[in-house]
DNA sequence: TTATATGCAAAAGCTTTGCATGGGT
DNA sequence: ACCCATGCAAAGCTTTTGCATATAA
């Protein structure tokens, strides 16, 4: 289990809010705690706030602006409009699928796309400070599954 | 210049909207021969909107879903939450660097990248249907330029 | 002639903001 | 004590929808 990687984030994020003026209400710590639960991924403020016992969608929202501004979180805006969030981890760095059918995502790693891009920027000149990859299909059912 | 994959492109939309069932009226045919025009990327409902003679808001709309229903045209959701469209031609399949100064969007290809894409999608058992990369970050200005 | 396109106005949904109150340090 | 966090309510924006009218085929 990834325990250990959650925990680094969450000291990490407690950290760069100290240092940023931030204090630790009720609603901030659900919600950075929610982030970091495992297996979650691209999550709504929507979702998220159906998932808080207590929070307003204005905590919601400035939690989030917050946690993006200091780098804390990945924000990806999906086909359908809506913000979505993620913790934003070097030791978690991945892309997504996206189910065409269903809608769902998948995260996955691939070390050749990663060169590809720094090869890219590398060509163009540019310093990256971020990218996003989005592959949208449908999975291939073949006869040795499901 | 590519006139020619204009025309190509304006008579595919034309011929698929038309199988469609779907008539030319006057704010389409502009909505349409706009989003087709040279160096246009990534445009706004607000911003076609601006330059149609005249046209609504639900013109744009309206036309954009239907576009975008028959694969005529591309929709990012870029980092603003705000649906940005421009046409979907093979033959000028690209990505976008956004310079995270000045938010501009600057198209390019990349065939080891296209490569690395398939090759994920391979290994994962999905069926592309598409994929969009985003490049965020800065120009690197040496001596040699500007 | 008949189904579709258009435009206006109203509504819907996500997100932001103002302000008074509560709470962290 | 001071300043930040929170929550409510209201506002802001983009986008969607209902409906009457105009128009393409």
Redesign the pocket.
């Known amino acids: 289990m990834d325990q250990t990687l959650r925990d680094r984030w969450l000291a990490e994020a407690d950290r760069t809010l100290s240092r940023a003026?931030?204090?630790?209400?009720?609603?901030?710590?659900a919600i950075v705690e929610l982030l970091a639960s495992d297996g979650q991924c691209l999550l709504?403020?929507?979702e998220l706030l159906d998932r808080l016992p207590?929070?307003?969608?204005?905590?919601v929202?400035?939690?989030l602006?917050e946690l993006f501004a200091l780098g804390l979180v990945h924000r990806l805006n999906a086909h359908d409009?809506?913000?979505r969030y993620e913790i934003a981890d070097p030791l978690r760095h991945h892309h997504h699928f996206i189910d065409v059918g269903t809608g769902t995502p998948t995260p996955f790693t691939d070390e050749a796309l990663e060169r590809a891009i720094q090869a890219v920027a590398r060509r163009l000149g540019v310093q990256l400070s971020g990218h996003d990859v989005v592959i949208r299909g449908r999975k291939i059912l073949d006869e040795t599954e499901s």
């Open positions: 003026g931030r204090r630790a209400g009720a609603a901030r710590t709504t403020a929507q207590h929070g307003s969608p204005s905590s929202y400035r939690t602006d409009g809506v913000a």
